[in-house]
């Protein structure tokens, strides 16, 4: 176990709609990241939070949003859904020192149909 | 940008013998953490070893080890004494610290299978 959570751990809906997927990081840790992973495809960087500020941006889409909030726990908003945004979503969170290794969460899959 | 590339689609491996993945990466900083990430069926991303790019001595943990060539940019993972539970989805990552507390970048994973 991580430490890190997420929910839901499965999502299925319909094209165009909108859905929020939340992110609990390890105690103490202050980053959280977001990540896609599509069927059979490596990882891919989307948004990073720091103590509630935006801090990097990957390979984010415009519909796609996120917060982190004062509590440090984070949301992804994911809207005007369309087939091709079913994937792995990963939550990752980390420290500001040691080693900078990145926790993951058990990710949540989203199943657009 | 920092890429990582992991050449390797898929291997294969013998119960109990050894198997080396490879990784190779390109970037312009000097300082930088190194990572092998492995994905079981379950999907969870569970973090196998990681190196410190300012330490020459190769990183070590239990069964794994790695063979890190900071000049040629390469970060190969090997896995000794292989077990049916090593089968998985294995992901190179990289991670500069130049500017900060950076994303992850990863390689496309190598997907490994444990013959018995």
């Known amino acids: 176990d991580s430490g890190v959570t997420q929910t839901p751990k499965h999502l299925i809906t319909a094209t165009g709609q909108r859905v929020t997927l939340r992110c609990s990081p390890r105690s103490g840790d202050l980053s959280v990241y977001w990540y896609q992973q599509s069927l059979d495809q490596g990882l891919q960087f989307l948004i990073q939070y720091y103590n509630g500020e935006e801090r990097a941006k990957g390979n984010i889409l415009e519909r796609f949003s996120a917060q982190q909030f004062p509590d440090l726990h984070s949301e992804l908003n994911l809207s005007s859904l369309e087939l091709g945004d079913s994937a792995l979503y990963f939550c990752?969170?980390?420290?500001?020192?040691?080693?900078?290794?990145?926790?993951f969460g058990p990710g949540t899959r989203l199943t657009v149909t | 940008a920092q890429t990582v590339t992991q050449s390797q689609p898929e291997m294969s491996v013998q119960e109990a013998e050894t198997v080396t993945l490879s990784c190779t990466y390109d970037t312009s900083e000097s300082d930088y953490y190194l990572f092998w990430y492995k994905q079981p069926p379950s999907r969870q991303m569970i973090l196998v070893i990681r190196q410190e790019a300012y330490k020459q001595q190769n990183a070590t943990e239990n069964r794994f080890s790695v063979n890190f060539q900071k000049a040629a940019k390469s970060f190969s993972l090997k896995i000794s004494d292989s077990q049916l539970g090593d089968a998985a989805m294995y992901f190179c990552a990289y991670r500069g610290l130049s500017s900060g507390n950076t994303p992850l970048v990863f390689g496309k994973g190598t997907r490994l299978s444990v013959i018995a």
């Open positions: 990752a969170s980390s420290a500001m020192t040691g080693t900078y290794e990145q926790y």
